[in-house]
């Protein structure tokens, strides 16, 4: 049986972020340079994008770039930053005939003006789709995001807006990067580490995690398939017991 037909399509999670890792390492196996890596690694996003799509999920969410990945070598930040305006342009015709909507989030006054212009030029061309909303996270970081939820928040209450005791959790998600679309379900990170490296940390605290040692690059449909029927194998408690959620 093949792993599509195994997955429950009525135990699907909603939102799936990914953590894509090993790049680097995939292309120093292959006696390459790092930037071969990322550049492989469009075609891992375009199998996986179109996936999420064909299941029909909300959301996909894929941590491209951190704001700790400013500190590597300036000539593969350089890279990088021409590789998202290109990988965008690339995939711009298949998100269209999907309808697939582009979301791009992070600290954008970091990023270069020319890459900016790019995201905003994609964003606008798929703002009118209505199907999965496929989110890259560049320059971001969870701390950034929740250190600017909360600015906002303190700013309200300084202009009398707000009282600090009418804050909740729902008031909070609102001011994240993404309170559109449900948190995710299950965060993938592929090239053997097992941690969450500062993603979505607000937003990660009922996920279930899956960690592969597979290299980015490598990861295709079936290793997406794989991920979600391990998902479904888990049981979702959320606090309760076994016998509550039955």
């Not at 690694?41 to 770039?65: M, N, Q, R």
């Not at 003006?113 to 030029?121: C, F, G, N, V, Y």
């Not at 320059?139 to 700013?155: E, F, K, M, P, V």
């Amino acid at each position: 049986m093949e792993l599509l037909e195994q997955i429950d399509m009525t135990r699907l999670p909603k939102h799936i972020a990914i953590i894509m890792d090993g790049n680097g390492r995939w292309a120093k196996e292959r006696g390459k340079p790092r930037l071969f890596g990322h550049n492989s690694a469009l075609k891992a996003i375009h199998e996986v994008t179109e996936a999420c799509s064909d299941l029909k999920l909300k959301g996909l969410t894929l941590y491209a770039f951190s704001t700790e990945n400013w500190k590597r070598p300036p000539a593969e930040v350089k890279g990088l930053m021409l590789l998202f305006g290109k990988g965008i342009k690339l995939e711009m015709d298949t998100m269209l005939k999907n309808n697939v909507r582009l979301n791009v989030v992070g600290d954008m006054a970091m990023i270069p003006a020319d890459t900016q212009r790019e995201i905003k030029a994609s964003m606008a061309r798929t703002s009118h789709c209505t199907g999965l909303v496929m989110t890259l996270a560049i320059s971001y970081s969870g701390r950034w995001d929740i250190l600017n939820a909360t600015r906002h928040l303190a700013q309200a209450v300084k202009e009398g807006k707000l009282e600090p005791a009418d804050i909740n959790e729902q008031m909070f998600s609102k001011e994240l990067i993404l309170p559109n679309i449900p948190d995710p379900e299950l965060l993938i990170r592929t090239g053997g580490e097992q941690r969450i490296s500062n993603y979505m940390l607000w937003q990660l605290a009922y996920s279930e995690l899956y960690f592969t040692d597979k290299y980015w690059p490598d990861f295709g449909k079936d290793d997406l398939y794989q991920a979600i029927i391990d998902y479904q194998h888990r049981e979702r408690r959320f606090g309760k017991t076994s016998e509550q959620i039955k």
